[in-house]
């Protein structure tokens, strides 16, 4: 019986949630509307459709495709994007776009093409659009292309990436293994 605890401490410490991060910091030739928010808006961490939170990117002082770069401190393992799509206009957001993931030495280590959708009314929160795709590791830009948008250009709340978290030593999934490894050791 002390074989099967030592086997679902293993599993309880695995967690497969996904975890959110907001990049670092971004660059972009991309201008957001004067009369609206810097693009840095749309790594501010706040998702919601109040004034301030989101940029608008019309095509009369934007071209299509638009590009718009972002940057992790520490280098990451991301597997999906979350977009924040749209913002409290509707019929103004990104369609389709390609995100390509950079070392920190500027190599290409793999892209994604996806295609977003319009909020149905004004955005919530909790109304955004998410995409997953295989781990991408050592990842430290990603170039967001955005090529088409809905009507006149895009208004953007936010963006963040699904990263993969690294596990600590310490942590009780890697103790439980560690005790999973042993028991199976013991029993040959
Ligand atoms: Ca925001």
């Not at 992790?72 to 393992?77: G, S, V």
Request: with cysteine.
């Amino acid at each position: 019986m002390k074989y099967t605890l030592l086997t679902f401490t293993a599993l309880s410490g695995v967690t497969f949630a996904q975890n959110f991060i907001t990049p670092d910091s971004l660059s972009s030739t991309a201008t957001s509307n004067p009369t609206r928010e810097p693009l840095t808006a749309i790594i501010d961490g706040v998702t919601d459709s109040s004034l301030g939170q989101g940029v608008h990117l019309d095509d009369s002082t934007n071209t299509f495709p638009l590009d718009i770069s972002f940057a992790f401190d520490t280098p990451q393992k991301i597997n999906g994007f979350r977009l924040w799509n749209g913002w409290n206009y509707p019929g103004s957001s990104v369609e389709d776009f390609t995100l390509t993931f950079k070392d920190s030495g500027g190599s290409v280590l793999g892209s994604f093409s996806g295609t977003g959708s319009e909020p149905w009314s004004v955005a919530s929160s909790s109304d955004f659009n998410d995409f997953s795709f295989a781990a991408i590791d050592n990842v430290s830009s990603i170039d967001w292309t955005i090529i088409s948008t809905t009507v006149g250009g895009c208004e953007i709340r936010e963006v963040a990436f699904s990263a993969v978290p690294v596990p600590e030593p310490s942590s009780p999934a890697l103790l439980g293994l560690a005790g999973l490894a042993l028991v199976l050791r013991r029993r040959k």
